[in-house]
């Protein structure tokens, strides 16, 4: 079975700057997708990312941007530039692509943007 | 016009009553879910439906019964509810062929 583990409960950051949200996972699958989700005070679940395990380029959209380091079994992501919107619940998720498509969450990070 | 959309989003009612949360979604999407969050914001998978039919069922009480009348629509009927069904559900969809996976906003149930 797949497991994702978020060993960041809460993290801080300063508006402007970089911060790294960590995302280890465990497959013995060799095709897999990786996503990044986040999760507002609001409620609703917005996609930010995707990464497929055979995809040799790292994944890039706008301001995020996932670190793929397939040998480690991480899928971190990386927000530059953060902004005060930025602070929300963030969650990664697995998928295996060879399977019935359902996705396994990780326990998620908080993240508080400061000024 | 929203793409998945649930109804109601806050849903309160009391033990032992029968309660529906309704999913519909106009992006012609052929497989839905419905994933729960608990308290600790954990989310889970429940089910999911391809085409109206089946495919994951994943370890929930048979107090849950979803039902897809049709591609568009995957409601959960929940019997004889109990405390620990309060809860955040999320219906989502996704197209063949791809695996991202579209979120509705959500519906807060609170059994009291």
């Known amino acids: 079975a797949q497991k994702i583990t978020q060993t960041q409960p809460g993290m801080f950051v300063q508006e402007k700057e970089a911060v790294t949200l960590d995302c280890t996972y465990d497959?013995?699958?060799?095709?897999?997708?990786l996503f990044w989700y986040k999760q507002p005070s609001s409620g609703e679940m917005i996609f930010l990312i995707y990464?497929?395990?055979?995809?040799?380029q790292n994944a890039t959209e706008g301001r995020y941007s996932l670190n793929f380091q397939k040998a480690r079994k991480s899928a971190n992501l990386v927000i530059s530039a953060s902004q005060l919107g930025d602070s929300a619940m963030y969650f990664c998720?697995?998928?295996?692509?060879?399977?019935?498509?359902?996705?396994?969450f990780g326990t998620g990070t908080r993240l508080q943007v400061t000024l | 016009d929203t793409a998945v959309s649930q109804t109601p989003k806050y849903l309160v009612t009391q033990m032992g009553n029968d309660k529906s949360i309704k999913c519909e979604q106009n992006?012609?999407?052929?497989?839905m879910y419905w994933y729960k969050q608990d308290s600790k914001k954990f989310l889970k998978i429940m089910f999911s439906?391809?085409?109206?039919?089946?495919?994951i069922n994943e370890t929930v009480p048979n107090r849950f019964s979803p039902k897809s009348p049709d591609k568009a629509h995957l409601n959960l009927h929940i019997n004889s509810l109990e405390l620990g069904d309060s809860a955040v559900y999320f219906c989502?969809?996704?197209?063949?062929?791809?695996?991202?996976?579209?979120f509705g906003p959500g519906t807060r149930l609170t059994v009291t």
């Open positions: 497959t013995s699958d060799q095709s897999y997708g």
């Open positions: 439906y391809n085409n109206k039919e089946l495919i």
């Open positions: 989502a969809t996704s197209k063949g062929g791809s695996y991202e996976q579209y």
């Open positions: 992006l012609g999407h052929d497989t």
């Open positions: 998720a697995m998928i295996l692509t060879g399977t019935a498509s359902k996705l396994t």
């Open positions: 990464q497929g395990s055979y995809d040799e």
